[in-house]
Nanobody
C-alpha cells in the first residue's frame, strides 16, 4: 500500500506558475501509473494529466495542454505537476492518484474510479 501527500498549492495571480508535488511513502511510485485530478466547487472531479507506469506515455486534458507538465522523479519517489500560464478557471483542489500496475506498463488511465490510492488534495487558487 502507498500513501500520497500533495504539496505546492497556493494563491497565484493569473499568468503565474506553480509546481505541485506528490510524494509517496510505503512503496515506490515506479510501481504505479499516476494521475493528477482536480475538483472545483460544485463540479465533478476531472482528469488533468496522467502518466503511464513506464513514464513513456502521458495525457493532458485539452484545457491544460501546452501549459501543464506531469513528470516523475523515481529517486525522490515524487510525481510533479508543473503548471504555467495559470488561469482563474484552474482554481480547484488538486489530487494525485496512483493505480497499481502489474503488466500494462504503457497504458494510460483517465477515470478517477480506476485509481487505487489518493492524496488528500492541495488547493490552487488563481486570481484574476
Amino acid at each position: 500500500q502507498v500513501q500520497l501527500v500533495e504539496s505546492g498549492g497556493g494563491l497565484v495571480q493569473a499568468g503565474g506558475s506553480l509546481r505541485l508535488s506528490c510524494t509517496a511513502s510505503g512503496r515506490t511510485l515506479s510501481s504505479y501509473a499516476m494521475g493528477w485530478f482536480r475538483q472545483a466547487p460544485g463540479k465533478e472531479r476531472e482528469i488533468v494529466a496522467t502518466m503511464s507506469k513506464s513514464g513513456g506515455s502521458t495525457y493532458y486534458a485539452d484545457s491544460v495542454k501546452g501549459r501543464f507538465t506531469i513528470s516523475r522523479d523515481n529517486a525522490r519517489n515524487t510525481v510533479y505537476l508543473q503548471m504555467n500560464s495559470l488561469k482563474p478557471e484552474d482554481t480547484a483542489v488538486y489530487y494525485c492518484a496512483a493505480k497499481t500496475i502489474t503488466y500494462r506498463y504503457n497504458t494510460l488511465y483517465y477515470n478517477a474510479n480506476e485509481y487505487d490510492y489518493w492524496g488528500q488534495g492541495t488547493q490552487v487558487t488563481v486570481s484574476s
